[in-house]
Nanobody
Framework: QVQLQESGPGLVKPSQTLSLTCTVS??????????WGWIRQPPGKGLEWIGY???????YYNPSLKSRTSISRDTSKNQYTLQLSYVTPEDTAVYYC???????????????WGQGTQVTVSS
């Protein structure tokens, strides 16, 4: 059973960098052909995809956040990290890490999720 767990500060000041780590257990982040993503949900709004890092270590980002986002990984710890710079109160959200997989039928979806962590941007 794959498990994901987010960790990081719950409060970040405006203009600073938000940094969250996802620790994966029950599977490895280098296994073909899984992608490891970050998704957030602002209060009262829907889910927003932030980006993901592939099993090969290539990262892809939501174009609207790309200039402020970096996703990296530490394969020795089986972890991957989100950094979102120059945050504003609009970045306040519950942040999730999740695994993206593709079924044999070609369907793509996020099948395992962390429990989510609340991040508030406030001075």
């Amino acid at each position: 059973q794959v498990q994901l767990q987010e960790s990081g500060p719950g409060l970040v000041k405006p203009s600073q960098t938000l940094s969250l780590t996802c620790t994966v257990s029950g599977g490895t982040i280098t296994t073909n052909y899984y992608y490891w993503g970050w998704i957030r949900q602002p209060p009262g709004k829907g889910l927003e995809w932030i980006g993901y890092i592939t099993y090969m270590g290539n990262a892809y980002y939501n174009p609207s956040l790309k200039s402020r986002t970096s996703i990296s990984r530490d394969t020795s710890k089986n972890q991957y990290t989100l950094q979102l710079s120059y945050v504003t109160p609009e970045d306040t959200a519950v942040y999730y890490c999740a695994r993206r997989s593709t079924s044999r039928a070609g369907r793509v979806g996020y099948d395992y999720w962390g429990q989510g962590t609340q991040v508030t941007v406030s001075s």
